[in-house]
């Protein structure tokens, strides 16, 4: 990248002098460039010959008066690239947003030249490595957003530098190691989340003391040891389920400690900077020894008695051990999905702060009651009728799927399992396995969510056949009608000659299939209230035997947890199917799959997954060769080909108030004939 960044700055003295922008600084957006949107189909606007200081040439760059870069907005755009090492060369730069990508590689160690930066967004993102210790020399920084990444190592105790950071953010990624004591040192920080990760050891007591700390999440690691009575004046603002070596006093859902000088030798624990020299290693808190108990070791026992109560003492320990490895691995085993905290991403960056400063934990609590059993007689709120017509009981569904077997796997997400089953009747369905604890937490709230997809029924969605909740599994099963062929994703980007290639008139046939699909779930009739799909993309509409379009997971969102469902966005937002609005905005309307259904229509016409800026020149000036799907050899209507092209522009017009509603889109597409 070096090489490239001299480049640039030896042409930079090539320009005209008219540019007001640092040679540097010019330099470093052009390297940006480069690494960022390597295929070159999104930052086309950041010309060498242009001034990124003049308010619309850079797209997503803002200047201060003196002509510096101090901001870099370029969230939900799709890029895919790496963040490069040129990035230290905009020492003015004070926001840098990089969040809702598909960035890939390792953070690079030049971020920490970035003395004036006080907001670094790369959340939702596929970064990798580990984090970069030069980053605790942002002194100035306040927001540092890196979860729902693939992050990998220790955290660096240079955090503890930070000493104006409020926001802390790691949940997702795959770190490991203890937690830093020097995190104790951040007096601002008010919301520090490392959930869903690999950290062991004990909880810093110095990181209970931080003075204006509101939420702190740990839940889903590896953590052990005494949880300090401090913390207990988080409240709901303390989460830390499923690490099962935490004891405490006064935390309901913790067991009291025996002993809190004790440690179990087999667990991994942080240590502390007197016991190890190694400077790399976080310090923990202070573990004395103490041999004063009676069930410690006693020389003045006899030989035998030692004997008996060695030989005791091991098969009670064996006996332990094989429970709780039982235990875990029956964990492992029935634990389909995970429960995510997304709730800082889902806030626009200049409403995040705010956001924090008012509430001491915007997050929903995931956890049902030990006796979770929503559809339990007497308290499903379904009539008789529909309850016995879409209830499975739970060996209707091992059957189907044979006891879950892999062999009948169809995919995984982060929150869910599905499977190819086949009932008594014969018929063949798709049966989506979801962990309770990505349910919504309230059972009357999970249970109207059930009912809402009970009440859709359009032949463009795909069915539901039933549902089951098993309240020893922890986990809910919808039953699906199977639908076949796939999903759309796989007719795009298909070579010439394949069997996925749609001919023109199937292709049309899909989008007013689709139109009629988003008509129907916005309508509100009936029974059934008006609802925003909120994830309309490639992959969910399937493809039947008729190639009909069934959009799939309509209402889904209704029966998930909220953090769940935004977490299920990271591949529509890296493809362009967010809407701009919802970056700023953090909702979802009708108006917002609007927009996703016009990126449909342009991916199916052109037959790509991803639009390239020549194609949508092309698209908007109607020259066919430009856009148009090669594959089709010519054979479709040009007339009908245009019209299409002119309803998905209108539907992805930047203004949510710009766009049709989908009654108007119905009606346009039952006029192209």
Not at 485 to 507: A, F
């Amino acid at each position: 990248m070096a090489p490239l960044l001299l480049v640039y700055s030896l042409l930079f003295f090539l320009l005209p002098r008219s540019l007001a922008v640092p040679a540097p600084e010019l330099a470093a957006l052009m390297a940006m460039k480069s690494s960022l949107d390597p295929e070159g189909r999104v930052l086309t606007s950041w010309a060498l010959g242009a001034d990124p200081c003049d308010g619309g040439s850079f797209e997503g760059v803002a200047c201060d008066g003196m002509g510096r870069v101090t901001n870099v907005s370029l969230q939900g755009k799709g890029l895919t690239g790496r963040l490069p090492a040129a990035v230290g060369g905009l020492r003015s730069l004070t926001g840098l947003y990089l969040h809702f990508n598909g960035l890939s590689g390792e953070i690079p160690k030049e971020i920490g030249e970035l003395s004036s930066l006080s907001d670094l967004y790369l959340n939702v993102n596929n970064l990798s490595g580990e984090i970069p210790p030069e980053i605790g020399n942002l002194s100035n920084l306040q927001v540092l957003q890196l979860c729902y990444n693939k992050l990998e190592g220790s955290l660096p105790t240079q955090l503890g530098s930070m000493k104006k950071l409020s926001v802390l953010a790691f949940q997702y990624n795959q770190l490991a190691g203890a937690i830093p004591a020097t995190l104790g040192d951040l007096e601002n920080l008010t919301r520090l989340d490392m959930s869903f990760n690999n950290l062991f050891g004990s909880i810093p007591t110095r990181l209970a003391d931080v003075p204006l700390l509101e939420f702190l999440d740990i839940r889903n690691n590896s953590l052990s040891g005494n949880v300090s009575p401090a913390l207990k004046r988080l409240n709901a603002g303390f989460r830390y389920e499923n690490n099962y070596g935490l004891c405490g006093n006064g935390f309901p859902d913790l067991e009291i400690c025996g002993s809190p000088d004790l440690i179990n030798p087999n667990r991994p624990e942080a240590f502390g900077p007197k016991n190890h020299s190694t400077k790399d290693i976080p310090e923990s808190a202070k573990v004395p020894s103490n041999c004063s108990e009676a069930r410690c070791s006693n020389p003045s026992k006899s030989p035998q008695a030692s004997l008996v109560v060695g030989v005791i003492g091991t098969i009670v320990a064996l006996t332990v051990i094989g429970l709780f490895a039982f235990s875990a691995y029956r964990r492992r085993k029935q634990k389909i999905g995970s429960t995510f905290d997304t709730s800082d991403s889902r806030l626009s960056t200049d409403q995040v702060k705010e956001v924090y400063r008012r509430s001491a934990s915007p997050l929903i609590n995931l956890e049902y009651s030990s006796g979770w059993d929503p559809l339990a007689k007497g308290g499903t709120g379904f009539s008789q009728e529909v309850f016995e017509s879409f209830m499975f009981n739970l060996e209707d569904v091992e059957r189907a799927t044979h006891c879950f077997s892999e062999t009948n796997l169809l995919g995984k997400s982060n929150f869910s399992a599905t499977y190819k089953g086949i009932l008594r009747d014969g018929s063949v369905v798709a049966v989506k396995c979801i962990a309770k604890t990505s349910c919504r937490t309230d059972e009357a709230e999970f249970l109207k969510g059930l009912k809402l997809l009970t009440s859709l029924k359009h032949t463009n969605l795909v069915r539901l056949r039933g549902f089951c909740c098993s309240k020893g599994r922890g986990e809910c099963f919808l039953i699906y009608e199977f639908v076949a062929n796939g999903n759309l994703l796989q007719y795009l980007d298909v070579n010439k000659g394949s069997d996925k290639v749609l001919e023109w008139s199937t292709r049309v046939s899909i989008i007013n299939g689709i139109a009629e699909g988003i008509k129907y779930i916005h309508a509100n009739k009936g029974k059934k209230p008006a609802i925003v799909h909120q994830n309309i993309c490639a992959e969910k509409v399937l493809i039947d035997h008729w190639n009909n379009p069934l959009l799939s997971d309509s209402g889904l969102h209704k029966l998930l947890a909220d953090d769940i469902v935004f977490s299920t966005l990271k591949a529509s937002a890296a493809m362009g199917y967010l809407a701009p609005e919802y970056t700023t905005t953090g909702r979802f309307t009708e108006k917002s799959d609007v927009y996703a259904f016009g990126k449909l229509v342009l991916q199916i016409i052109i037959g790509k997954r991803n639009i390239t800026p020549g194609m949508w020149q092309g698209a908007e000036n109607c020259k066919f060769e430009d856009f148009m799907d090669p594959n089709l050899e010519g054979n479709f209507s040009e007339r009908e080909a245009a019209k299409l092209v002119a309803i998905a522009l209108r539907c992805i017009q930047e203004s949510p108030f710009c766009r049709p509603s989908m009654e108007n889109v119905v009606q346009e597409l039952s006029r192209l004939s």
